[in-house]
């Protein structure tokens, strides 16, 4: 018979996370200068004003090795909607850490975390990258020296991680993409007070086909078990010292897995899902 008229349009689902602006990079070497203290850092991009007649260009940066407490802090904070603006700065430094030149970002706030893409086959350098937004960012000449201690923080290898549902290992996941979590701090329009908004970005679990945990997971969501944790933690060389654990709460597939493994023929290729989280902590 005669095809009947579409119903109607169910909603929306989750967003992803949005790209980053493309900012000027810059080279060197640089500190995050936040609460008293000095926070090596790298990739620095934007930090500045181009035109007076407009906003200040975001300020991004990755943390280099593991972040300390002091940023962490910062993060969870922002990711639990009761951090304040903040001043801090970010200062270039020559080979012996002086000081040399500082872009000051004032009444400062956080509007994304991200890890790169995690990969067993890899051996990069992994880092917490932060964007952060200003009301006004100032220029200034620096001086002093940038006090990093004595002892180096250790690296983060984005091939050394371990991933887990519930305590349960994923030994199967080889790869992992969009950790991510966007931040719309609270802002007043009209004399109301809209609140932060803290959006966890859709991530993809790539796994080897011989993987048995992430198809019962779809099917146990289907028949509506409750969301899982997904916790994903960097570890040191030796890989039994956690360095950092990304925790991804209330995490629910978006849809099935890959029905065939993804990849060229003639390779081994990996069972993908996307899912999603809401809410994220990061120690």
Do not use: H, M
Request: glycine share 8%; aromatic share 4%.
């Amino acid at each position: 018979g005669a095809r009947g008229p579409a119903g109607p349009q169910g909603p929306a689902g989750p967003a992803a996370a949005a790209a980053p602006a493309a900012l000027p990079e810059y080279a060197g070497d640089f500190v995050l200068e936040i609460a008293g203290e000095d926070v090596r850092i790298n990739k620095v991009a934007g930090c500045s004003t181009p035109r007076f007649a407009e906003q200040p260009l975001d300020c991004r940066f990755t943390v280099a090795g593991v972040p300390p407490k002091v940023v962490l802090d910062w993060i969870n904070e922002s990711l639990q909607r009761s951090a304040l603006p903040r001043d801090i700065g970010v200062v270039a430094i020559d080979f012996n850490l002086n000081k040399r030149q500082r872009a000051a970002l004032l009444v400062a706030e956080l509007t994304r975390v991200q890890l790169p893409t995690l990969d067993a086959s890899t051996r990069a350098v992994a880092g917490l990258e932060l964007t952060v937004r200003a009301e006004e960012i100032k220029q200034e000449a620096a001086t002093g020296r940038a006090n990093l201690g004595t002892t180096a923080s250790k690296s983060l290898l984005a091939s050394n991680f371990q991933a887990t549902l519930d305590g349960v290992a994923l030994n199967r996941v080889a790869e992992i993409r969009g950790l991510v979590v966007n931040i719309t701090p609270a802002r007043f329009f009209g004399g109301a007070l809209a609140p932060a908004n803290v959006v966890p970005g859709v991530l993809t679990l790539s796994a080897s086909p011989t993987d048995t945990l992430l198809r019962p997971w779809v099917a146990d969501t289907v028949v509506g078990k409750p969301a899982r944790e997904l916790e994903v933690t960097l570890l040191d060389s030796t890989l039994r010292d956690v360095l950092l654990k990304w925790t991804v709460i209330d995490t629910v597939p978006l849809g099935e897995a890959s029905p065939f493994a993804v990849g060229a023929a003639g390779t081994t290729g990996r069972i993908e899902l996307d899912a999603q989280g809401e809410r994220v902590t990061i120690n």
